[in-house]
C-alpha cells in the first residue's frame, strides 16, 4: 500500500507571496492532520480534517487554511508568506476512530 | 493542555551498545502514546504506540517501550543499537477521545549519535 505522499517536495517562495502544499493520504484514510517542524518550535499541529471538515486547529494565525476533498486529498494554503513560515510542513494521514497517524516525506518551504 | 518531555536533547551510544531515550508526558486522562523516528530529510516513522493494555510495547526495528503510569513515562528502549539507528526520536501524545484523529503533542526530539 503506498504511503502519504507530499508535493511539491521542496518550495522557494518570496515574502508576502501566498503558497499551497498538497497531500494524498494513505489508501482507505480519511482523516489528514498537518504540522508544521521548526528547529525553534519543534513540531507542532497545524489543523485535521475529515469529511471535508476541519475538526481541530491548532495555535497559527488565519494565514494558515486548508482544506480536503471528497477523495480524502488535502490541502493547506499559506497566505502573505513570513521569514518565520520557513519550515517543513508534514502531512499525516489516518484511519477513522484512532489517533495512529502516518506521515508524509514532508514539503520544505524556504521563504526569502 | 497535554506535553511531552524529552530531556535529552543528544545521546550518543556505541554501535552494539543498548539505548533507552527517556519520555515524560503531562496529561490528565488516559493517553495515546507513541514513539517517531525521523531521519534527516525524511518524515516520521512511526516505531511504535500504546493505547491500553500490556504496558511493554513492541515495535519496529527491535525498539520497545514501557509505559509507567505512576512516573508518566514512556521510555524507549533497544538492546543492541545498529548505526542504521542514528536518527532524531520523537515522544508524543494524543488525547483518548477514541473518535478520531487530534492534533499530536510531540516533545523537542532526541538526536541519537552512534559511534563506531
Known amino acids: 500500500k503506498a504511503g502519504v505522499t507530499q508535493t511539491p517536495r521542496y518550495l522557494i517562495k518570496t515574502r508576502g507571496q501566498q503558497v499551497t502544499l498538497s497531500c494524498s493520504p494513505i489508501?482507505?484514510?480519511?482523516?489528514v492532520s498537518w504540522y508544521q517542524q521548526t528547529p525553534g518550535q519543534g513540531l507542532q499541529f497545524l489543523f485535521e480534517?475529515?469529511?471535508?471538515?476541519?475538526?481541530n486547529k491548532g495555535n497559527f494565525p488565519g494565514r494558515f487554511s486548508g482544506r480536503q476533498f471528497s477523495n480524502s486529498r488535502s490541502e493547506m494554503n499559506v497566505s502573505t508568506l513570513e521569514l518565520g513560515d520557513s519550515a517543513l510542513y508534514l502531512c499525516?494521514?489516518?484511519?477513522?476512530?484512532?489517533?495512529?497517524?502516518?506521515f508524509g516525506p514532508g514539503t520544505r518551504l524556504t521563504v526569502t | 493542555a497535554q506535553s511531552v518531555t524529552q530531556p535529552d536533547i543528544h545521546i550518543t551510544v556505541s554501535e552494539g551498545a543498548s539505548l533507552e531515550l527517556r519520555c515524560n508526558y503531562s496529561y490528565g486522562a488516559t493517553p495515546y502514546l507513541f514513539w517517531y523516528v525521523q531521519s534527516p530529510g525524511q518524515g516520521l516513522q512511526l516505531l511504535l504506540k500504546?493505547?491500553?493494555?500490556?504496558?511493554l510495547v513492541q515495535g519496529i526495528k527491535g525498539f520497545e517501550a514501557e509505559f509507567k503510569r505512576s512516573q508518566s513515562s514512556f521510555n524507549l528502549r533497544k538492546p543492541s543499537v545498529h548505526w542504521s539507528d542514528a536518527a532524531e526520536y520523537f515522544c508524543?501524545?494524543?488525547?483518548?477521545?477514541?473518535?478520531?484523529?487530534?492534533?499530536?503533542?510531540f516533545g523537542k526530539g532526541t538526536h541519537l549519535i552512534i559511534q563506531p
Open positions: 480534517y475529515f469529511s471535508e471538515t476541519q475538526r
Open positions: 489508501s482507505g484514510h480519511r482523516s
Open positions: 508524543a501524545v494524543a488525547p483518548y477521545s477514541g473518535g478520531g484523529a487530534d492534533g499530536l503533542t
Open positions: 499525516a494521514s489516518s484511519l477513522v476512530g484512532t489517533n495512529e497517524q502516518y
Open positions: 500504546y493505547f491500553s493494555g500490556d504496558t
